[in-house]
Every structure is written in structure tokens, then in C-alpha cells.
């Protein structure tokens, strides 16, 4: 059996606090110091977060100063659209 390329993210996703990260970057650009504020983890887990979603393209870091900000990917999830799209659910 072939190994559909969106599987890594639904393992990547499977992770709650990746998910919560993942959703907060989507809402607004931010850098892992204002995250951590943000959430009930601390600063070097949310950058653990932040690199496995970036290592699978998922987010980036756009350099600001000191500060890296990370955005959503879009092109990030297309494996997932495509996977979705097989049972009409892409919308």
C-alpha cells in the first residue's frame, strides 16, 4: 500500500499543543515569545512546536530585528487539500 503524502500531517497535527500553535499563527503572524504568553506552555516548547511545522513547511520565519515572525504556509497544507478533495470535501 502507497503512503498518501498528507499523512505526515495528519501526524504532525496529531499533536494538541502543535494544533493550538498552528491555529494561533493562522489567526495572526507572531513570534514564539508573544505565543508562549499566549499559551499554557512555555517558550522553548512553543519553539519546538514552531520548528517541526516549519521543518514541514507549514509556517515560515520572516526575520524582524531581532525577532523571527512566523506566518502560515498556505502551499503548506496543499497534500491535505488534495487529500480532502478525493472524497469532494475541498471547498
Do not use: C
Not at 502543535?18 to 493562522?26: D, I
Not at 506552555?41 to 531581532?66: E, M, S, Y
Amino acid at each position: 500500500m502507497r503512503k498518501h503524502p498528507a499523512l505526515p500531517l495528519f501526524q504532525i497535527l496529531g499533536v494538541p499543543n502543535r494544533v493550538v500553535v498552528f491555529q494561533r499563527v493562522a489567526r495572526r503572524p507572531s513570534t514564539a515569545t508573544e505565543l508562549a504568553r499566549e499559551l499554557p506552555i512555555g517558550r522553548f516548547a512553543v519553539v519546538q512546536h514552531l520548528t517541526v511545522l516549519k521543518a514541514h513547511g507549514l509556517v515560515d520565519a520572516a526575520q524582524d530585528g531581532r525577532r523571527q515572525v512566523y506566518r502560515i504556509t498556505p502551499a503548506g497544507l496543499a497534500p491535505l487539500r488534495a487529500w480532502l478533495a478525493t472524497y469532494g470535501w475541498a471547498q
